[in-house]
């Protein structure tokens, strides 16, 4: 019913900084609680950054401070900013939408930090 495609991803080196975009195929974004989800080779995926659809944001511990996470419902957009850079950051990027029906993922975006 709703499709997300995320793009921004790419090659950056160490505390260099990256924005990673997520469009949502309809005009939902604003009502629905929205997310940045992250999957490294051999590890669980691991919550990134949410915000609700009151703006409320929710960051995981290992990017506070250094991620933002936005929203832009005229573009049905969310955002996130990624700022210093680490290679612990290197990671498949997921978008999410909660909504009362589903829970629907995109495709991914590759973020690698590297010298």
């Known amino acids: 019913q709703v499709q997300l495609v995320e793009s921004g991803g790419g090659l950056v080196q160490p505390g260099g900084s990256l924005r990673l975009s997520c469009v949502a195929s309809?005009?939902?974004?604003?009502?629905?609680?929205m997310g940045w989800y992250r999957q490294a080779p051999g590890k669980q995926r691991e919550l990134v950054a949410v915000i609700t659809s009151g703006g409320s944001t929710n960051y995981g511990d290992s990017v506070k401070g250094r991620f933002t996470i936005s929203r832009d419902n005229a573009k049905n957009s969310i955002y996130l900013q990624m700022n210093s850079l680490k290679p612990e950051d290197t990671a498949v990027y997921y978008c999410k939408i909660v909504t009362t029906q589903m829970i629907q993922w995109g495709q991914g975006t590759q973020v690698t930090v590297s010298s």
């Open positions: 309809r005009s939902i974004v604003s009502f629905y609680n």
